[in-house]
């Protein structure tokens, strides 16, 4: 869908994603869904609000994933 967002969970992304790197991730996905980079005055405010809650949403799908071989894979590095 949006190239520019990148896996946040382990293996790939060798430590737990941050904050930023979630918020990231939630603004590309709104601007690609809206198909607005900035949204107008008239708009910021349902933006922002998506970008929130995709964060949110973001941060409690990592916190809840069980991603096998993860432990394993942290040790071996």
């Known amino acids: 869908m949006c190239r520019s967002i990148k896996t946040l969970r382990p293996p ?8 930023e790197e979630i918020r ?3 603004l590309q996905y709104v ?5 607005f980079r900035a949204p107008a005055a008239h708009n910021r405010e349902v933006f922002d609000r998506a970008v929130d809650v995709i964060a949110q949403a973001t941060a409690e799908l990592l916190d809840g994933l069980e991603v096998r071989g993860a432990a394993v894979a942290r040790k071996a590095g």
């Open 12 to 19: 790939v992304l060798p430590e737990e994603a941050t904050e």
């Open 24 to 26: 990231a991730a939630a």
């Open 31 to 35: 601007r690609k869904v809206s198909g």
